[in-house]
């Protein structure tokens, strides 16, 4: 079932020198999760943080810090991401040798497990692990950078993936990520999405912007 819009600002556009004060000001504005994005320079071609900053993020907000993992390869990595603090650990189905494995691993550990797809992968690339998964996260750009254009295609997919989530009868968020402005946020919003991120359409006006942007991406 399709739960009521949450929003995960991607700290990517923050402003990076400033990463405490920018978390306390978007969960004052009344963010719901903190998306945060781990880039290797490997899986895909940008890099950003890892668990050393993400631990000392925490102390920051009690909100969820959603953790989406680009990188390759995950598992050696896992334990690291567990101890700085995530509650949410995704990665990637194309990065991940042993998906089943990787996310039983996560749910091991306490925290809730998360599947994501690129744009050119089908939905049916996830379907065997309905089983296990929190959230699966839908990608809109190909991952890498903030400021890419939603790519149109997108709604359709949401809506095949609402039709297994629905179909498993678990409680799983459906998020997507990539390009989300009012305009996008309503059509995937539409199509069965239910947890939004967006960096550039949060962070674009400084602290005074925030909690009107996150309202207005709400709908
Ligand atoms: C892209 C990241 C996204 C991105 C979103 O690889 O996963 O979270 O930063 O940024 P906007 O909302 O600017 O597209
Ligand atoms: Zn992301």
Do not use: W
Request: contains cysteine; hydrophobic residues 45%; negative net charge.
């Amino acid at each position: 079932m399709q739960q009521p819009v949450r929003i995960a600002p991607s700290l990517l556009s923050a402003d990076l020198a400033r990463l405490g004060e920018e978390i306390r000001a978007i969960d004052r504005a009344g963010c719901d999760y903190i998306h945060i994005d781990v880039m290797d320079g490997h899986f895909v071609p940008n890099l950003t943080l890892g668990p050393p900053a993400i631990a000392r993020m925490k102390p920051h907000s009690a909100k969820p810090f959603d953790v989406h993992l680009m990188i390759r390869p995950v598992d050696p990595l896992l334990a690291a991401f567990v101890e700085a603090g995530s509650d949410i650990v995704t990665v990637h189905v194309e990065a991940a040798t042993r998906v089943h494995r990787t996310l039983r691993a996560i749910k091991e550990a306490g925290l809730r497990a998360g599947v994501s797809l690129n744009p050119r992968t089908p939905a049916g690339a996830v379907a065997h692990v309905m089983d296990l998964v929190d959230l699966v996260l839908v990608m809109s750009v190909n991952p890498g950078f903030g400021g890419q254009d939603f790519i149109e295609d997108t709604p359709r997919k949401i809506a095949e993936l609402r039709a297994m989530i629905d179909g498993s009868g678990r409680a799983i968020d459906l998020e997507v990520d990539g390009g989300i402005t009012p305009e996008t946020a309503r059509r995937a919003v539409e199509a069965g999405a239910d947890v939004l991120v967006a960096g550039t359409a949060v962070f674009k006006d400084g602290p005074a912007g925030y909690a009107a942007n996150i309202a207005a991406l709400r709908g």
